[in-house]
């Protein structure tokens, strides 16, 4: 049924920049809020930026300022720019998508950021 296909983690060294894609189907993505979560080991999944069906995005303090998530209603596909990496920043990130106030998620794509 939902589909998320996450793509573009990799290393990076702190202050670098990486984007993520996510491919979405099986859904209505054009209606669906979407968003982008980490979660490191031993860590919680914590959502860090996500994206309503009008382009309103909202980001966790953690990010604000270096992330920027977009989306793009024809290619079913949201991005998550990050900019100014950081250490901390490593973990899975995950693609997602809300229906019905649940929130369902990928499969992830590392990101892991050298110091």
């Known amino acids: 049924q939902v589909q998320l296909v996450e793509s573009g983690g990799g290393l990076v060294q702190t202050g670098g920049s990486l984007t993520l894609s996510c491919e979405a189907s099986g859904f209505s993505f054009s209606d669906n809020t979407m968003g982008w979560a980490r979660q490191a080991p031993g860590n919680q999944r914590e959502v860090v930026a996500h994206i309503g069906s009008g382009d309103n995005a909202n980001y966790a303090d953690s990010v604000k300022g270096r992330f920027t998530i977009s989306r793009d209603n024809a290619k079913n596909t949201v991005y998550l720019q990050m900019n100014s990496l950081k250490p901390e920043d490593t973990a899975v990130y995950y693609c997602?998508?809300?229906?019905?106030?649940?929130?369902?998620w990928g499969q992830g794509t590392q990101v892991t950021v050298s110091s």
């Open positions: 997602g998508t809300v229906n019905e106030y649940l929130w369902t």
